[in-house]
């Protein structure tokens, strides 16, 4: 099992940052990938960017040149660092991890983009 903390969301102004976390725990040493996915009300969830434990990254074509997915494989923790945040970034975002057998989904961390 595996269980995610996420943390960094909240209410910002358009053209501002955030930078959110997602701490794993439990079977932590068997993740695969990392990534943040995101829900705004009325519409699917969708990837927002991975990142492979070797550091391979991919990334949603509407966040490309504004957000940054990283990771510590020592603290088993990824970060996604937002910049230019444009009010179609509200949404709740979604820590994923995966490992060979399973995946977990964090809780959801709320972020508003206000112009």
């Known amino acids: 099992q595996v269980q995610l903390v996420e943390s960094g969301g909240g209410l910002v102004q358009v053209g501002g940052s955030l930078r959110l976390s997602c701490a794993a725990s439990?079977?932590?040493?068997?993740?695969?990938?990392m990534g943040w996915y995101r829900q705004a009300p009325g519409k699917q969830r969708e990837l927002v960017a991975r990142?492979?434990?070797?550091?391979?990254?991919n990334y949603a074509d509407s966040v490309k040149g504004r957000f940054t997915i990283s990771r510590d494989n020592a603290r088993n923790t990824v970060y996604l660092q937002m910049n230019s945040l444009k009010p179609e970034d509200t949404a709740v975002y979604y820590c994923?991890?995966?490992?060979?057998?399973?995946?977990?989904w964090g809780q959801g961390t709320q972020v508003t983009v206000s112009s």
């Open positions: 994923r991890v995966t490992t060979s057998a399973n995946l977990y």
């Open positions: 439990g079977s932590a040493f068997s993740i695969n990938t």
């Open positions: 990142i492979t434990r070797g550091g391979t990254t």
